[in-house]
């Protein structure tokens, strides 16, 4: 058995999303050469990981995580060489690369899904058909399941990503294969991708509900556990690495049933609880940011959970300065506040690109504007339905994943590609672009750039316990303390002055008004501080 090192732990994931992040050959999508070249912005960052989106065979349905070869490159993002130097150059300046690994389903190009709707081929059982549908509706909307030939087969995403049968033990020895050629190259794990949902134990009609319906007979269910578990000691040990679960609606208890060490299945999931304390019912219908809620739900898995994976954004997600945070009259100062939150909680922190210089919601114009598969399923649901226009476009807006696909702004023109990029670049990128920030020391980036320091050079951030202390009318305040130290956290969430509730003697460690001294009672609008308080002599 292989040692584990503890990077996983005591590290900064920085996720690249591939197609958006730098175009090198001017055909406006993002490569594997264009991330190399800015590996060295990547490694000024201070980070130590990254979690690279998929980059494999693809279609491109949904944007790779619909896999047509789990052991080739996307040509439009470049080739194995380049995958290879991309690792080598990564590991010189000292990041390790986390492989996104989508097994609840591949491509319907897949050479198996191919092969599989001949009802007669050995590859049929690779996924799971029947006779007649079930009631089970999709992620996407609309019934999860289509017909080829004189049978349908299960696809919970699109209909271009049909479900894998893990009932058939040929799966597992198939999965296994992909994970240890990408081990033997030498990258340092997964992040598993709906890990938990893709054992189904029945096929039976599902409780009727507003989204999911059918979820009950695959969700964490105890064949995950006994799938993840094989996982771990028929691969995962040979290897030093770790895996970051993408668990969908679990519970701070079901996340722990996942991560638990004696467990022996994943390192750590990423929960969705605190991304849905801003909806009704399912992410379409978005509610106002309550930030009181959005601090509870955090403050319980900080506590519950045995190790969390701290993340406010991803390439699902809205921008998190948009959403929880004002992105015009407060930018700076809500975008600084959130990155204190998410660089000072217990657990691994991971930061989406463009996070780091406060990269906001999109300017899409038109339905046109925008690619996501799932926004325009979205919108023909929900025509069919009769919503009327405005309304389909006011939560298009604010809840696309588009939001957070939009080229990466690197200067003030055309510093992501010289050709015409395959999503629209926001306008906003004449003010909100790295060249812009690297030159001031008044910017998000730089403020990102003190606090990943100082989270690494503390062991007190880095493994110290969380206690909340106060989290009320919008104000969040908590502690990490060991032994040597304590830091106190105080941030005002909102828009409005707040008064300081809570009494410190200490230090300003981090603070993003620039003050120095610990003297007012207010909180000016998104202020954060982290103060080192004084230790007790006793
Ligand atoms: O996402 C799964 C997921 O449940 C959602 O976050 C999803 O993006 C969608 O918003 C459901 O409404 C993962 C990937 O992160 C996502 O990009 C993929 O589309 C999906 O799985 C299928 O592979
Ligand atoms: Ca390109």
């Known amino acids: 058995?292989?040692?584990?090192?503890?990077?996983?732990?005591?590290?900064?994931?920085?996720?690249?999303?591939?197609?958006?992040?730098?175009?090198?050959?001017?055909?406006?999508?993002?490569?594997?050469?264009?991330?190399?070249?800015?590996?060295?912005?990547?490694?000024?960052?201070?980070?130590?990981?990254?979690?690279?989106?998929?980059?494999?065979?693809?279609?491109?349905?949904?944007?790779?995580?619909?896999?047509?070869?789990?052991?080739?490159?996307?040509?439009?993002?470049?080739?194995?060489?380049?995958?290879?130097?991309?690792?080598?150059?990564?590991?010189?300046?000292?990041?390790?690369?986390?492989?996104?690994?989508?097994?609840?389903?591949?491509?319907?190009?897949?050479?198996?899904?191919?092969?599989?709707?001949?009802?007669?081929?050995?590859?049929?059982?690779?996924?799971?058909?029947?006779?007649?549908?079930?009631?089970?509706?999709?992620?996407?909307?609309?019934?999860?399941?289509?017909?080829?030939?004189?049978?349908?087969?299960?696809?919970?995403?699109?209909?271009?990503?049909?479900?894998?049968?893990?009932?058939?033990?040929?799966?597992?020895?198939?999965?296994?294969?992909?994970?240890?050629?990408?081990?033997?190259?030498?990258?340092?794990?997964?992040?598993?991708?709906?890990?938990?949902?893709?054992?189904?134990?029945?096929?039976?009609?599902?409780?009727?509900?507003?989204?999911?319906?059918?979820?009950?007979?695959?969700?964490?269910?105890?064949?995950?556990?006994?799938?993840?578990?094989?996982?771990?000691?028929?691969?995962?040990?040979?290897?030093?690495?770790?895996?970051?679960?993408?668990?969908?609606?679990?519970?701070?208890?079901?996340?722990?049933?996942?991560?638990?060490?004696?467990?022996k299945e994943l390192d750590m999931v990423f929960g969705f609880e605190h991304m849905e304390t801003d909806q009704i019912n399912n992410k379409w219908f978005k509610t106002k940011f309550n930030p009181n809620k959005f601090m509870k739900t955090i403050a319980t898995w900080q506590q519950e959970v045995h190790w969390n994976a701290n993340y406010l954004e991803n390439h699902d997600q809205p921008r998190s300065v948009s959403r929880f945070g004002d992105d015009k009259k407060y930018h700076y100062e809500s975008a600084t506040m959130l990155a204190t939150l998410n660089l000072t909680l217990k657990g691994t922190p991971f930061i989406y690109q463009g996070q780091e210089i406060g990269m906001t919601n999109g300017d899409f114009k038109s339905l046109e504007d925008y690619q996501d598969v799932e926004t325009h399923r979205i919108y023909q649901i929900a025509r069919s339905l009769h919503f009327p226009k405005w309304y389909i476009k006011k939560m298009i807006e604010r809840t696309s994943r588009d939001n957070a696909r939009q080229p990466m702004q690197w200067n003030d023109s055309n510093g992501f590609s010289k050709g015409k990029p395959w999503l629209k670049i926001n306008a906003n990128q004449s003010v909100i672009n790295v060249e812009t920030q690297e030159r001031e020391d008044h910017s998000i980036l730089s403020y990102y750039k003190t606090l990943i320091r100082l989270r690494k050079s503390s062991e007190t951030l880095i493994s110290g316990s969380f206690k909340p202390l106060y989290m009320k009318c919008g104000?969040?305040?908590?502690?990490?303390?060991?032994?040597?130290?304590?830091?106190?956290?105080?941030?005002?969430?909102?828009?409005?002055?707040?008064?300081?509730?809570?009494?410190?003697?200490?230090?300003?460690?981090?603070?993003?008004?620039?003050?120095?001294?610990?003297?007012?009672?207010?909180?000016?609008?998104?202020?954060?501080?982290m103060i080192l308080e004084d230790m007790k002599n006793d």
């Not at 080598?88 to 591949?106: G, P, Q, S, Y």
């Not at 030093?240 to 991560?259: R, S, Y």
Request: aromatic share 12%; charged share 25%; with cysteine.
């Open 475 to 529: 104000v969040f305040i908590y502690q990490r303390y060991d032994d040597n130290k304590t830091y106190s956290i105080v941030l005002n969430m909102t828009r409005k002055p707040k008064k300081v509730p809570v009494k410190f003697k200490g230090s300003i460690i981090i603070s993003n008004y620039g003050i120095t001294e610990l003297s007012s009672t207010s909180l000016k609008p998104f202020e954060a501080l």
């Open 1 to 263: 058995m292989n040692t584990k090192s503890d990077t996983w732990k005591k590290g900064i994931v920085y996720q690249i999303y591939p197609r958006s992040f730098m175009d090198s050959n001017a055909d406006g999508i993002g490569d594997i050469p264009g991330i190399i070249s800015k590996l060295d912005y990547v490694q000024n960052l201070g980070v130590d990981m990254i979690w690279l989106s998929p980059v494999y065979g693809s279609p491109n349905d949904d944007n790779g995580y619909d896999v047509s070869n789990y052991v080739g490159i996307n040509k439009e993002y470049g080739t194995m060489e380049e995958m290879e130097l991309l690792i080598k150059e990564a590991k010189l300046r000292n990041i390790k690369i986390v492989m996104d690994l989508v097994v609840n389903h591949t491509s319907d190009e897949h050479p198996w899904f191919i092969e599989s709707k001949n009802p007669l081929s050995p590859y049929r059982d690779y996924y799971i058909w029947a006779k007649k549908p079930n009631n089970w509706t999709s992620f996407f909307g609309g019934s999860a399941w289509d017909q080829v030939g004189d049978e349908y087969y299960l696809h919970l995403f699109s209909k271009k990503q049909p479900d894998l049968n893990w009932n058939n033990p040929k799966i597992m020895e198939e999965i296994q294969k992909i994970m240890r050629f990408w081990l033997d190259k030498g990258i340092y794990g997964f992040r598993c991708d709906v890990i938990n949902i893709i054992y189904k134990t029945s096929l039976e009609n599902g409780k009727k509900r507003f989204v999911l319906t059918g979820k009950e007979h695959y969700h964490s269910q105890e064949g995950c556990h006994d799938i993840l578990r094989r996982l771990r000691s028929e691969v995962l040990n040979d290897y030093d690495c770790f895996t970051v679960g993408e668990t969908v609606m679990v519970t701070p208890k079901e996340a722990n049933d996942l991560i638990l060490p004696e467990r």
